[in-house]
Every structure is written in C-alpha cells, then in structure tokens.
C-alpha cells in the first residue's frame, strides 16, 4: 500500500485508481482545477474532455451499463454541478452504478453566494443513492471507499463526491492510506437474499398453467441473465423483458415475447393479462408496464425478486416477496426445482406457449419489413432499424436516445446479449444516445457501437462530436429522421386532434451531413428506400470513423402496440385504426 | 389514522435533509417531527407522526431504512407504545382558566401573563386545547410526540 504523502487531490486520483478506475469524463472549472492539475501528474487514470457535463455523467452512465464497472465523472462548482444534474438524475432512475465527483468553493466560503457557488448537495439529494460533503483532505480517501461501494452494491446507483476546494490543496499534504474495507453500520444491502420463500415461490411454479416470466433492468445490473436464461429454459415458461431487461434473455429465442408494457409486443401484453403466475425479476411494475395498476393481471400470483425491498409490494401486492439479488435467488430457485421432483402442468404450458404463439402469428411485430420495399414512395423508420440490424449481425452495441426511435430499436433489434441495449428507460433523458455511446466505445474500442436517434434528440448533446473527434471513437450516428419530434407529435396524433403544437421544425434543421463534416466526421444522407441498406452497409464498414448516418423517413408513422392509458394491458392500440377494444 | 415512526440516523450534517427530503419527494405527509441527538453523540433519534394506511407506512418505512444515513427505522404503532407530547400555552392573566391547570403546570407569570407546560398524549393535549379555546390563550406551542414502545423492544444498535 503507498502511504506517501499527498495532497487532497492527489489522494482522490489515487484512490479512483486503487478503485480500479481506468477513466473518467469530465470538463475543468475553477474548483475543479487542484484535481485537474493532479491528473496532469500522473498516468493510471485517463481523462475524456467532453464538451458539456451532462455528456460527461452521460458517457461515465454508458460506460458502466456497458462494463459492469462504475463509470466516473468530474465537474466543477456551480454550473459544472448543474449541468450534471440531467446525468445524475437518469443514471438515478435506470440505477447504474456511477461515482460523478464535483468541485465546490472553499470550505470558508460555502454559504456566502461565492463564484460559481451552488449546494450541490441538496440540488442532487432526491437523484443520488446517496452524498458526500468532504469534511477534510484526510477524509479523501474514505469516502472515495464508501462512495464506489455504495454506488456498486444492492440496488445500484449514483453517488456523488463533493470536494471544497481548499481540501485539494497541492500545499497541504498529508500521509496517504487507503481503507482495505468498508465498514458501515447502516448500510447493509442483502447478499445472499431472503430465500426462506423459495420453497414457496417453486409450489407456485409447480401449480401455474399460465406463467410469465418477467424481467428488467435488475438482472442485467447484477449479471444474472446465465441464471434466468437457465430458469426459463428448466421450465420452459414464456419470457417478457422490460425496456431496461432487453438482453436479459436472449431476443432472437423462440421462448421470448418481446417487449411488454406501453410498447410492448401483443403477446407480451396479452400473456402478462392472462396470466396466473407472473415470476417478477429485477424489474419494478412501473406505470409504462402496468398502465392501470388496479387492473393489472388480476387473475395472477406474483413472485417478486428485487434487491430493493423498497420495490417489492410498492405498486403491485407480491404474493411471495423474495428480497435479495437476483443472482442469487435465481440460482436458489434453480436448487431448489432441480433438488425436486418436479410436477409442472406440462400439457397446460404447452397449450398456453401455443396461444402465445398465434399471438405472435396473428399480431405480433412484422421483422420482414425490409422486404415490403418503400411505403408510399417513402422509408419506414422500423426498416431503418432492420436494416441496422441485418447489417451489424445482431451484434452491436445499441444506445438510443428517446422517442419514436428508442421504441423502434428496442422492438425490432433482437438484443441477444445482456449489456449490448443501453437507454435511458426510466427518466427518458433525449441527448443520452451519443455521450453514453462514447461510454461504450471507450470501454470497448474495437466493438461496433451505434447510436439510434433522432434529429431532435440528436441536437440535444451534438456539441459531444467534438469530443468523439478527439479521442477518435468511431460511432455509428443512425439518425431516424422524421422533420419531427414523433412521440410528441403521435401523441398529439392520438389525443389532441392532430393538432401539432411546437412539434415541427418549419425547415430549421440543420444539413446534418454538413454538420457531421465540419466536425471531422462522415456524413451520408438517405432519402431513398433503395439506397438504405447499401449506405448501412457503409456506414457500418467505415470502422475507423465516425459515420453520420441521417435517413430520412415517413413522419406520418407511429409506434405500435400502444397501451390505452388507464387500462388494463389487454388494452392496445395496434395501428392507428386498429385497437383490441370495443 | 395517524401512525408514529422512530428512527436512529448517524448524527452528520445534510442526514435530516434527506429524511425530510424524501416525504416531500414521495409524496408523504409528515405531520410532526421531533428530532435530538441521542445518549450515543454519533447517533440522533427522530420521531415522526403521519397520517396514511398501512401500505402507504409500510412503504415510508422501507424507503427510510433506504436512506444511507438511517440506521434503524421502526413503526411505533405497529404494537403497543406511549406517545406523549409537551405543549406551553400563555394566557392574559385576566382570562387565565385557573380550573383547567394545576398550580405545579404555571412556569412563569407575571402582571399580565401566565404561562403553562402540559404534557400528555396529543389527543389529551387537543382536548386540553378546545376547552380552553374560550379564554383566549395568546399562544400555543406543541413539540410534537415522542414515543417508546411499552415492551421490551428498544430502537438500539446494540440489539
């Protein structure tokens, strides 16, 4: 262990690197500058200069859903603070584990309205798992321990690091130790998991005739898709994944539905309505997958696994509650159906995997829709993503943005690998796409990594090609361009007469091929349904360069399924004049 | 029906934000709140009164016991407990109801005014407050309730 002497900064970069940090995002201010400076002097820890802050807890957020490992973020006091607030807060609401450290003024002057002064405490108290006001240089090192714990352990999440600027001192120095272990007394997130309901839970699974596997965000955060592929397959029960759980289990395998909830698949939908057993996993029952909780799969029993006993029962009634990861419940559960002789309904699972299959059959998404050629003289934005699809073999990482298109690459991409689907599903941060791609292609230089946006979301972080220039990440831009902010305007489509308030650009946007060139990059422009695939093909190719690639598409299209709000799931909008209801 | 929550939270600058933070942020009520440091100087002891159905506690409780800086959460009302509160009224010394108090609950007087400490259970101090509504008191202040269970259970981490 190096006990020599450091400064408070000094002791920070160390400590990030004891931590096993290899970079961190970031942009300098003057509260900042001591930290910077001691970046300067040494080589562990790698420094991306973005071009905004919320680029950079945005790409420190790509970074960690993609690895696994807590993505770093460094800003300054006051607007540095701010303008991590947006990354904060959506790293927050997906849960991703990420450590953002910001400058504040001196200790002597907090309080008093300074330069660049904001409390950044109490700005991010509702977005953060958890905070740390630095009390002193020498408690550096400690809380940098507790900081990366907190953010990586139980229901994982954002930590934030706020460091006086007196306490990054370069003339006051003092002995350096790193803590070995954390030790805190409130802080005990569950390990191994509350497994005295597995029994349980497994009587339930061995009566269901209609059961539903239902899985989100938490099986990816706690690398448990080997486990929950292995349950789904022992039993053979169908799988839905939330927007956050794409990847979980495999989405090119014949067992799984798709999507569910506000955009989900009919089968999906359809199954989690008529179910009588709903095997719940990492995943929350938020509003965009119950739509009315009051009349959500009424006929079902829930088993809920989440590490967050804060989850369990907070919207939907768990009938078995299993707190603990979902890791280790999952292989629990496993034991405990392989230590039985178990009595599933096996003629009753296959009739219900037969209705879930004419489901599919009769209004299911169309994966074919490069082969129905130009619609109306015009390119569907659900080919785009195809197209994409087809070209990259499955295999790409996919960041989106939000909107029309996020429902369009989460629907048609077949997401056959945890990690590889990476959106802001919970707050629906537009501008996520490109600076959480830059996250992945650091993280993984020779992947290929493709950002699906849109020209809104687009412009709401483009400044970061810069950034991508710099460091020569070669991103692949797919722009799915409507001339419109589509899920606004569907919705003004659906519920507001049509009427297209603020949701157009009157011919405003900018040339983005041009735009893509005079930031160093390549721009092709498609406006041809006959030149889509070959132009992917290209912009896939290009593999050390960052590819623009702005495909004009039809704006009258909207996405299907769609729930009816305030309805059961069985409730769908299936094309715009198309509906389940009466 | 209101219910009495204690919890232990780590003595440190910012920790009462964030429990008072988190009802306003989830949409709780938070209907008294009494907070001190406890004999343990590292640890201060926070009881709060809300009003909500056993869901809505049930869910309060597990979103405190979230909060890094909490140690221990506990729902009073979930079994038999004493909750008493300390309520200081003044009065004119013209209008003051020398029935309703006894001589040992005057803290101060002087000419004009007269002042007394009650404590009881809140529901005893509301009684206490309508039957002298009549005599005018000048003001009323109520700490809120604190609690203990009436069992063996303490709110200790040396449990």
Known sequence: MDKSNKSGAEALIHSLHLEGVELMFGYPGGAALHIYDAIFNQNYVDHILVRHEQGAVH??????????????????????ATNAITGLATAYMDSTPIVVISGQVKSGLIG?????????????????????????????????????????????????????KDFTDPEYKFEFNYPSEVNMRSYNPPKKGDTSRIKEAVDLIEQSKKPVIYSGGGVIQNDASEELTALAKLLNFPVTNTLMGLGAFPGSDPQFMGMLGMHGTYQANMAMHNADLIIAVGARFDDRITNDPKQFALGAKKIHIDVDAASVSKIIHADIPIVGSAKECLAALIKEINSRDLQLNNSAIEEWNQIISDWRDNHGLNHSMLELGPQNGKILPQQVVQSLYKETEGQAFITSDVGQHQMFAAQYYHFDKPRQWINSGGLGTMGFGLPSAMGVQLAYPD??????????????????????LQYGLPIKIININNAALGMVRQWQDMQYGGRHSSSTYENSLPDFVALAESYGHIGIKVTKFEELESAMKECISLKDRLVFLDVD????????????AGNAMDHMWLGKEEKTWK | MKRVIALLMENQPGALSRVVGLFSQRGYNIETLVVAPTSDPTLSRLTMSTEGDEKVVEQITKQLDKLIDVVLVTNLSDSEFVERELMLIKFDKDSFPKKAFEEKNIVSKSDEIVSVQVVGTSMELDNLVSEVQNNKPIEIVRSGPLGISSDKNTLSIEN
């Open chain 1, 59 to 80: 790409a420190a957020d790509g970074y960690a859903r993609a690895t696994g490992k807590p993505g770093v973020a460094l800003v300054t006091s006051g607007p540095g």
């Open chain 1, 112 to 164: 008093t309205d300074s330069f660049q002064e904001t409390d950044m405490i109490g700005v991010s108290r509702p977005i953060v798992k958890h905070s740390f006001l630095v009390q002193s240089a020498e408690d550096i090192p400690e809380i940098v321990k507790k900081a990366f714990h907190i953010a990586t352990t139980g229901r994982p999440g954002p930590v934030v690091i706020d460091i006086p």
């Open chain 1, 447 to 468: 992947a290929t990594v493709a950002c699906v946006t849109g020209e809104g979301s687009i412009q709401m972080c483009i400044q970061e090609l810069s950034t991508c």
């Open chain 1, 553 to 564: 598409v039809d704006p009258n299209e909207h996405v299907y399924p769609m729930l009816e």
